[in-house]
């Protein structure tokens, strides 16, 4: 044998086995994905809902969302769709898939009005939406909606298991939406926005007057009166070292030990000495009218 016969040999043996493994590499990755694939095309909505089952048991949640959507039509209007939707929200609840499970726990709850899962889709609905709520700073449209969409559960199910939960829900809600709210007024206040900060806060009291921070919130709208009447042009001041002089009187009485104490007192008295330097210059400018 010469040596290009021996070459053409090696490369024959060589294409052969590489085409050999080709074949094997096909075959395996054909069994490999045959299972849920050929399930997925048979055509046949009982086995597919079986298997779809089977996936939302192992917690393979993608696989069973991809059958119970493809067998959903089949089994409108028969005993097997009550299960299938309901599963089907929960399934896409489970992928974190929140915007959509609401929408699919909320159409469980109007269309099988006489199920035995309603009331707890109704439940999911609503935390859906609680799952939706982001850190405080964000945007708190989904808190609001999931404050709702509790309250009225309460409203409607109030012998529920679930209301004692409902209930810390809300509250904790409700501690994020009052976090968002101070902040916004410590913001003004740090931006120099002194009038807007005594507004945001004072607003903190009025909704939320059992708040942990009233002391922290009542002191910022203190000092930020007083640096808002520092600010002002000659004419408002005095005014406005008087509504100083009264937010300390405020303070003082809810907070008589206050660990602010030195330093709203030493407000009151700059205050008090503006107040008085005004009331001598309105009392001069009297005395000269008078005399004149």
Do not use: W
């Amino acid at each position: 044998m010469t040596k290009k016969d021996y070459l053409c040999g090696l490369m024959k043996s060589s294409s052969l086995t590489f085409l050999v493994f080709s074949l094997v590499l096909l075959i395996t990755a054909s069994s490999c994905k045959s299972e849920f694939e050929q399930i997925r095309i048979s055509n046949d909505p009982v086995k597919q809902l079986e298997n779809a089952y089977k996936y939302y048991d192992d917690m393979d949640y993608y696989k069973a969302k991809t059958l119970f959507e493809l067998t959903i039509n089949s089994f409108r209007g028969k005993p097997e769709l009550e299960k299938l939707y309901y599963t089907l929200s929960m399934a896409h609840y489970n992928l974190k898939e929140y915007i959509l499970a609401q929408q699919l726990f909320t159409n469980f709850a109007q269309t099988f009005t006489y199920s035995e899962l309603r009331e707890e889709a109704e439940y999911m609905a609503a935390y859906s939406q609680y799952k939706l709520s982001p850190i405080a700073k964000l945007d708190q449209t989904y808190t609001l909606k999931a404050i709702d969409a509790f309250q009225t559960f309460v409203d409607k199910y109030p012998l529920s298991v679930r209301v004692v939960e409902c209930n810390d829900l809300i509250d904790e809600m409700r501690m994020k939406l009052e976090e968002k709210a101070i902040g916004e007024g410590m913001l003004y206040f740090n931006l120099k926005e002194y009038q807007a900060a005594i507004t945001s806060l004072e607003n903190v009291l009025l909704e939320y007057p059992d708040t942990n921070e009233a002391e922290e919130i009542r002191y910022t709208i203190l000092k930020s009166s007083y640096l808002f009447a520092s600010n002002s042009v000659y004419d408002k001041r005095k005014e406005r070292y008087m509504t100083v002089r009264e937010k300390h009187t405020d303070f003082i009485n809810k907070f008589p030990n206050s660990k602010y104490k030195r330093e709203v007192t030493d407000i009151l008295n700059t205050s008090n000495k503006e107040i008085k330097l005004f009331q001598n210059a309105e009392y001069k400018d009297k005395s000269t009218g008078t005399r004149s």
